[in-house]
Nanobody
Framework: QVQLVESGGGLVQPGGSLRLSCAASGSIFSINSMGWYRQPPGNERELVARIMGGGRTNYADSVKGRFTISRDNAKNTGYLQMNSLKPEDTAVYYC??????????????WGQGILVTVSS
């Protein structure tokens, strides 16, 4: 099967930076899109950013100009560079990918989530 593993989270002070990574593994033929979602404490999960196969991106208004999503197709890995972090960015961040397997199946896969805490 296919799995996503996030890394790079942790505690950072306001104004600081973190880079999240999402490594996809398994029977992957292609990845149509990769995205990052987050779920702040007591709130619903929300889209942060998404990158399509051709490189087109979209961002939540709250992170535009501060976060950058990218992907390395050769490594089946996605990234989220987060700069100028604010306390309200504190959340569990989830990686999401829309994948075509070698068997021709379409899968939507989620990572296990990684905690980002922005606090002084």
């Amino acid at each position: 099967q296919v799995q996503l593993v996030e890394s790079g989270g942790g505690l950072v002070q306001p104004g600081g930076s973190l880079r999240l990574s999402c490594a996809a593994s398994g029977s992957i033929f292609s990845i149509n899109s990769m995205g990052w979602y987050r779920q702040p404490p007591g709130n619903e999960r929300e889209l942060v950013a998404r990158i399509m196969g051709g490189g087109r991106t979209n961002y939540a208004d709250s992170v535009k100009g501060r976060f950058t999503i990218s992907r390395d197709n050769a490594k089946n890995t996605g990234y989220l560079q987060m700069n100028s972090l604010k306390p309200e960015d504190t959340a569990v961040y989830y990686c999401n990918a829309q994948i075509i397997t070698h068997a021709g199946r379409y899968l939507e896969v989620w990572g296990q989530g990684i905690l980002v805490t922005v606090s002084s």
